[in-house]
């Protein structure tokens, strides 16, 4: 998929980053969400980031969240 994003004035940025990340897990695809930095000043004027200026996570981060397995037995 690439990566993807959507800005944070978007109201369901959670939903949508839980459904692109769901497609991706249903077809055993990779995506990277768009973007996480911890400056003031925007990149390209967007404000897609994951992280606040002061490194705090946006309430709508945790839909990033997916387990992964490091080791498998057997």
Do not use: Y
């Not at 497609?23 to 990277?32: I, K, T, V």
């Not at 200026?53 to 839909?63: F, T, V, Y």
């Amino acid at each position: 998929i690439g990566e993807f994003g959507a800005p944070n004035t978007v109201a369901q940025k959670a939903e949508f980053s839980s459904a692109v990340l769901d497609a991706a897990d249903a077809r055993r695809a990779s995506a990277m969400a768009w973007e996480a930095s911890m400056s003031d000043q925007l990149w390209n004027h967007e404000d897609f980031s994951v992280t606040t200026s002061d490194g705090s996570e946006r309430p709508w981060g945790a839909a990033l969240d997916r387990p992964v397995a490091r080791a498998i037995d057997g």
